[in-house]
């Protein structure tokens, strides 16, 4: 047995903590974004970027919410918050609010929907 403590078993890979990743930031320097926000990528991937904003953009081809970029790099939402609004600060994405993508229904159109599915 080797006397070096042992910090990761060789399956688990690199590990960096997510204030690493963000610069000690907790929030981007851009408004907050919601969670079903939409990110699309509109420049192209730059050399100094990091390998997150890289997978972002990757993942960003096709419309994305944030929640769901969350998820795909496996990384807490407010680190991707923050790495958003760098790569939007960057003109490298753009966000589509969800208020932006059109009306909200009513509340009471809701309640009558939900009415409507408890009577059946």
Request: no cysteine; net charge negative; proline share 8%.
């Amino acid at each position: 047995m080797s006397d070096t403590p042992q910090w990761l078993d060789e399956d688990a890979g690199p590990f960096v903590r997510p204030y690493a990743l963000t610069r000690g930031r907790t929030r981007s320097s851009g408004e907050l974004l919601d969670l079903i926000a939409t990110v699309s990528a509109v420049g192209e991937t730059r050399a100094h970027l990091g390998p997150e904003q890289q997978r972002i953009l990757w993942a960003a081809r096709t419309p994305i919410s944030v929640a769901d970029v969350a998820v795909e790099l496996d990384l807490p939402v407010g680190v991707v918050r923050v790495l958003l609004g760098d790569l939007r600060d960057q003109g490298l994405i753009s966000v589509t609010s969800p208020s932006a993508a059109g009306p909200r229904p009513s509340e009471r159109i809701l309640k009558e929907v939900i009415n409507g599915l408890r009577a059946l």
